[in-house]
């Protein structure tokens, strides 16, 4: 957990520094950038849940083999697919420049090479986490967090602008999957066996992991994007601003679910109850979250200023706000897991149900920062508490 944090702290290193560099109105530009990755890349996070979720199955049951046999085949299909998705975006670099009024699509382009890596890596660090190997995966966070930071203000000090800042993400994608590579050839060191799992089984996992992942990224960055697009580019920079640091609450709490997750399929595949794992686990999430959120409003104009700069300063008053919507969405996340873990699509459909009532406010209510604010806030918990009247995951049953 403390590696992760370190983690999460060089990508947040990365966005003051940057942003101090760039200036409010190029910054709000790779902001919207690193939305449309992050949402481009999530659906592939797919790889990570599935083979997390197979790993710890199989090694239940015992089959280092056919956790080799099954990644090789998701990372053959992966690289295909990485080679498609890099050359379609490459190709509509000049309308997405256009869209997010870019002066180049130089940073389109970058964005594009810095997909590819990013949609293989998840497929490694999946079986280090379904193997519970959280020091390794831990450790490659790290490292790709490292290298982001080390490439981005390297080539933004250069002179490379926003193109600069995105060539980070390239680095922060080859850097983590060459250690993720050398850790697993140990582990998965065994002539590989075809999984005992049916084609059928794999796709409709896959697909409700994909759509999961699809849904929470939209969640999380839509607001972003739309903010770029409808502010003012003043406004959309200390919009920005305050989103990322409201997003510390998010990712603080981030490695919470990410131990529950293989855990909990263990247990599910055993058939034992995991009520006292999920509770344990939220009361965790919402713990830290809201430790977060008490900082950021007790000096939300300090921490701005002192992180990003005087020319964020305006950015303070939406601080505190914004991460009490993180919250939300931090418990979100865990609740997205939990559900995963046991193949229950139905919390799916909850998240894309929210998810499409947010782009339909943000794109119909009034276009202002706190306006945007309550639509992700009222997302994020109205999906919550949906869920639980729903499916009441937090009253689930525990022998424990």
Known sequence: MLATTGGSFLNFLYHFVIGRMLGPADYAALVALISVFATVTAPMGVSQTLLADVTARLLVLGGAGEIRHLLQRIAGGLAVLAVLVVGGMALASGQLSQFMHLLSPVPVVVLALA???????????????GWQDFRGMSLAGLLGSAARLAAGVGFVWLGFGVSGAMAGFVAAGLAPAGLALFLLGRRLNVPPQPAAITREELMRFSLQVALASLGFAALTNADVVFARRFFAPEQ????????????????????????MFPKSSARHAAGESRGSMIRKSALGTLGLSLAVVGVLAIWPAGIVKLLFGA???????????????????????????HYLAAHDHRFV????????????????????????????????????????????????????
């Open 236 to 259: 959309a920079g200390y919009y920005s601003a305050a989103a990322t640091l409201g997003k510390i609450v998010l990712f603080l709490p981030g490695p919470v679910a990410m131990l």
């Open 349 to 400: 459909l909850v998240l894309l149900g929210f998810v499409a009532a947010q782009l339909v406010c943000l794109t119909l209510l009034p276009h202002t920062p706190l306006v945007y604010i309550l639509v992700v806030a009222g997302s994020s918990w109205g999906a919550l508490l949906a869920a639980e009247a729903w499916l009441g995951g937090l009253r689930e049953h525990s022998s424990r």
């Open 311 to 337: 020319d964020f300063a305006q950015a303070g008053q939406w601080v505190g706000l914004y991460g009490v919507a993180m919250t939300g969405t931090a418990l979100v996340n865990l609740f997205m897991a």
């Open 115 to 129: 997909v590819g890596p990013a949609l293989l890596l998840p497929a490694l660090t999946g079986v280090l986490q």
